[in-house]
């Protein structure tokens, strides 16, 4: 195993930077909120760690890419952020969409059903997916100009390498971008806590991505990139403080509030899903129980997190 290090100064400076006005932002923030992000380059923090490398067909060693540090993220001329006439997030479950696995024709699709109040729209589906013909498959795929993301979460349940999987397509089905029916009666695994973890992971990632952050390469995070499930496993939930800085700096919120709103989701017992019941109808509601077991060490640590803020 190796670990990706980087020194002091490097983490400090790829969080608050050197621009001066950067700097005198950073300086603003609430002093427990800085006590927690300048935990990012104190050696000593045992809330954030460096990143580890297990094999050679792990991310960053096989797409190797520029890392963007916070100055980079602010200056980004392509980056996106909310605005009040455009501030939700739209996720929209696909079901078999004819034979359709390949990304960019999904993407497509989304984009054209992207509500006008909509900052982004996901799409999440147990059809696994490719980018293009010649690829093995993908966890997701996100537009950030488009705001349009498709994230598939097929391998993640127990049962994908199963001969009985019951999410395969098997024949071709041609229809119409306007036949919703095919949204109708989608497959859905068992819902257990290590999928809710993992589908977690997977649609915050991407829709991080929307929002202009790109893969993380400073300590671990959950904008790391993944390759492979044991990767993916292996990323934290929680974000490193130079990409909580940025996705603060995209949406504006207080850390407090947010780590409080979190803890609270953990803690409640169930899911409010609108638009779903046993027989996948769209017109009634249920609370689906929601299993949060493989959370628990998440919730521990933005406990120990919330400690230093209000410290």
């Excluded at 427990?32 to 067909?57: T, V, Y």
């Excluded at 980056?79 to 390949?102: D, H, V």
């Excluded at 915050?204 to 499930?229: D, P, V």
Aim: with cysteine; charged share 25%.
């Amino acid at each position: 195993m190796q670990t990706v290090q980087h020194s002091e100064q490097t983490l400090k400076t790829a969080l608050i930077s050197k621009n001066p006005t950067l700097v005198s932002q950073y300086e603003q923030l609430d002093a427990g909120e800085r006590r927690l992000l300048n935990k990012a380059f104190k050696p000593d923090s045992d809330l954030f760690g460096p990143i580890s490398l297990h094999s050679e067909s792990d991310w960053i060693i096989s797409h190797p890419e520029p890392p963007q540090d916070f100055e980079q993220f602010f200056s980004d001329p392509s980056r996106k952020a909310p605005s009040p006439e455009k501030r939700s997030i739209y996720i929209q479950c696909i079901g078999s969409l004819g034979n359709t696995r390949i990304i960019r024709h999904i993407l497509r699709f989304l984009k054209k059903k992207k509500p006008k109040d909509a900052f982004c729209i996901v799409g999440i589906t147990m059809i696994y997916l490719y980018p293009r013909d010649s690829w093995n498959f993908v966890f997701g795929q996100a537009s950030l100009t488009d705001g349009v993301g498709i994230f598939s979460f097929a391998r993640y349940g127990s049962d994908f390498y199963s001969s009985c999987y019951e999410g395969k397509v098997n024949k071709l089905q041609k229809v119409s971008s306007s036949d919703y029916s095919v949204f109708d009666n989608y497959y859905i695994p068992e819902v257990t806590s290590v999928l809710l973890l993992r589908s977690c992971k997977t649609l915050t990632h991407e829709i991080g991505h929307i929002f202009g952050l790109r893969h993380c390469q400073w300590l671990a995070c959950l904008m790391q990139g993944s390759n492979h499930l044991e990767e993916a496993d292996r990323r934290p939930l929680n974000l490193c403080p130079i990409c909580l800085r940025k996705l603060r700096c995209a949406v504006g919120f207080n850390i407090i509030e947010r780590y409080q709103a979190l803890v609270k989701w953990i803690d409640d017992e169930s899911a409010d899903i609108p638009g779903v019941s046993t027989e996948h109808s769209r017109e009634d509601n249920v609370n689906l129980p929601k299993p949060v077991e493989a959370f628990k060490e998440w919730k521990e640590w933005i406990i120990r997190c919330l400690a230093v803020v209000q410290k």
